[in-house]
């Protein structure tokens, strides 16, 4: 069982940039299709980007494609998500989360959850 470990976020300017990383332990990571997802207040948990077990293939939601990039290292068993362009709409909790199968965009397919980090833009 993989354990996920979110860091990264904080407070930044609209037009800004921001690097968030999940580390993992506990499991093989380079069997697992992982994803960043976020929730803003009130809101419920969305999409935000997908990477493939190699990395060599992403998928994002349309909201954020164009601005943000997601990578990971399987020698560091890190995901990394950098967002540029910030938005204030883009303020929200941003979770990693990791699955066994072939990427999904849908949250309810993702068994294993970080605790979130915060992203704030302010305007």
């Known amino acids: 069982q993989v354990q996920l470990v979110e860091s990264g976020g904080g407070l930044v300017q609209a037009g800004g940039s921001l690097t968030l990383s999940c580390a993992a332990s506990?499991?093989?990571?380079?069997?697992?299709?992982m994803a960043w997802f976020r929730q803003a207040p009130g809101k419920e948990r969305e999409f935000a980007a997908t990477?493939?077990?190699?990395?060599?293939?992403?998928y994002y939601a349309d909201s954020v494609k164009g601005r943000f990039t997601i990578s990971r290292d399987n020698a560091k068993n890190t995901v990394y998500l950098q967002m540029n362009s910030l938005k204030p709409e883009d303020t929200a909790v941003y979770y990693c989360?990791?699955?066994?199968?072939?990427?999904?965009?849908?949250?309810?397919?993702?068994?294993?959850w970080g605790q979130g980090t915060q992203v704030t833009v302010s305007s």
């Open positions: 989360a990791a699955r066994e199968s072939y990427y999904s965009v849908n949250v309810l397919s993702y068994k294993y």
């Open positions: 506990g499991g093989a990571f380079g069997s697992y299709v």
């Open positions: 990477i493939g077990r190699t990395g060599s293939l992403t």
